[in-house]
């Protein structure tokens, strides 16, 4: 659809590109009008949240469900980068800053790189980045980190003066007129038995929901009598047992046996396939904390 004066001010006031969780709006949405013969749109639901996340392509759906899996407080797609003056994003998280950003228009003309304007009007384009992930203080020295996510094959068809490679430098460098680091990614990188067992795993529940469970005195019984056993006999007997001890339905115990693979409350491989009629293989906490250290910049 052409853009127009009226839509733009109608976008922005309607909220499109604020808001934190559930109250967030990403600033490029997906509608039935919309199509792409080259990418892969996903309307889903995710982790934590009960609005569906808008991601462009199969490979920024799965990194977005991969910087939940590694503990993102929240994972905010198609993130608008305004074109003028205006609040520093770690500002939206209660960090304040000192000034103001100075907006993609000054960005893009210090970097001399053409910054394009809607057709037919004046004002810049408002471009956006795929992710821009909030992440708990106790993974690493950053709040806020920014990612692109691009296809390796195109990545590396690029020159350096295309215009693909020129978009990911406005990204990086509207990064660091933030102050918050900034991630390339490569999505087909990304191992393919971990991403399947991602999407297999993932609770799509509200975090309230989620967190009832996880703290609660039955679960954490669950836990005791699970944990013993179930790199010995059968994941699915040594489930089965613990959620007795508990006195939970069968649809209790999956439930919930899946949940602990999730957050790797079992410590769990997620690079190896998973087979409920076999014990588990120990390995998942040091593969996410390496990740986590990779994409968050965790303290050693």
């Known amino acids: 659809m052409r853009m127009t004066l009226n839509k733009l001010m109608e976008m922005i006031a309607d909220g499109r590109g604020t808001g934190v969780g559930d109250s967030y709006r990403p600033w490029e949405e997906i509608t039935r009008r919309r199509s792409s013969p080259y990418s ?49 994003p770690l500002d939206q998280i209660g960090h304040c ?30 471009l956006s980045i795929d992710f821009l992930a909030t992440i708990p203080a106790s993974t690493g020295p950053n709040r806020l980190v920014g990612f692109s996510c691009k296809p390796l094959d195109l990545y590396s068809r690029a020159g350096p003066g295309d215009r693909l490679r020129e978009r990911l430098e406005l990204d990086r460098r509207y990064c660091v007129a933030a ?19 991602l999407h297999w795993l993932a609770p799509i529940e509200p975090w309230l929901q989620l967190k009832q469970l996880i703290t609660s005195d039955e679960y954490q019984l669950y836990l005791k009598h699970l944990q013993p056993t179930v790199y010995e006999v059968p994941a699915c007997d040594a489930s089965r047992h613990a959620a007795s001890k508990v006195g ?11 949940i602990a693979l999730w957050y790797q409350h079992l410590d769990v491989d997620l690079l190896q396939p998973i087979h409920m009629t076999r014990p588990l293989r120990q390995g998942g ?16």
């Open 40 to 88: 892969n749109l996903n309307l889903i639901p995710v982790p934590h949240l009960t609005r569906l996340c808008h991601f462009l392509s199969r490979g920024e759906r799965e990194f977005g469900l991969l910087l939940w899996w590694l503990g993102a407080e929240d994972v905010r797609e198609q993130y608008p980068l305004w074109p003028w003056v205006h609040p520093q």
């Open 97 to 126: 800053t000192i000034g103001s950003h100075p907006g993609m228009a000054e960005v893009a003309s210090d970097a001399d790189i053409a910054l394009g304007k809607y057709p037919g009007l004046r004002i810049p384009v408002v």
């Open 285 to 300: 906490v040091a593969l996410r904390e390496q990740l986590q250290r990779q994409w968050f910049g965790r303290r050693a």
């Open 248 to 258: 939970w339905t069968a649809e209790e115990n999956q439930r919930a046996l899946r």
């Open 179 to 197: 102050n918050i680091p900034h991630h390339l990614v490569h999505p087909e990188q990304l191992p393919r038995t971990l991403v399947v067992q």
